[in-house]
């Protein structure tokens, strides 16, 4: 078993968004844990970006075929993961993107992992079905909190409100699984 963690979030994300996304994706990747994400633009892409260049490997759970790129400003992110990581789809090869497509995957996102973290999600996002699947699916779900009046933070807040843990260091989250996954996991 590997330490998988989702990193989802909002498409349109907010420079803090970004700069989370980078931070946290590199954190977990250089932790040890594998970075999971739908690999939409905004915080999934940044994340991904990121746990790549950190030397970490990478899944890339798509809703169309493992052939078809999505966004297609996404090409050299696809091609990378594929590269060092990989791709996966309950689509067959040819399928393109359908906007019904994505919330259906989320519950493969968040079922490959022990966590989901919600870096950044307005009040009706996503990233929010992807963590309500994990909480159904008896996993763990970690939000960034944000500022009380971005509307970009609204459902990361409410997360945490909620019960779901703060994440502001990746430690915050791979600590939580040193236990479980002896040798696996650095929390520097």
């Known amino acids: 078993e590997e330490p998988a963690i989702a990193v989802v979030g909002t498409r349109d994300c907010s420079p803090y968004g970004v700069a ?58 696809y091609e990378d993961i594929a590269a060092a990581g990989a791709l ?43 963590a309500e699947t994990a909480l159904e699916q008896g996993r763990d779900v970690f939000a960034v909190p944000g500022p009380i009046d971005a509307p970009g933070s609204m459902g990361c807040n409410r997360l945490i409100r909620d019960g779901a843990g703060l994440a502001a260091e990746a430690s915050d989250i791979l600590r939580e699984y040193a236990g479980r996954f002896p040798g696996k996991l650095s929390l520097d």
């Open 20 to 77: 989370c996304a980078r931070k946290l994706g590199h954190g977990l990747a250089a932790g040890g844990a594998m970075v999971v994400s739908g690999l939409a633009k905004g915080v999934d892409a940044e994340a991904s970006r990121a746990a790549l260049r950190s030397g970490g490997f990478v899944v890339g759970v798509l809703g169309n075929g493992v052939d078809v790129v999505y966004p297609h400003s996404s090409r050299s992110l």
């Open 88 to 130: 996966i789809s309950e689509y067959p090869p040819g399928t393109e993107p359908v906007g019904r497509h994505f919330p259906v995957r989320n519950r493969i996102i968040s079922g490959l992992c022990v966590a989901t973290l919600v870096v950044e999600a307005p009040e009706k996002s996503g990233a929010l079905i992807t």
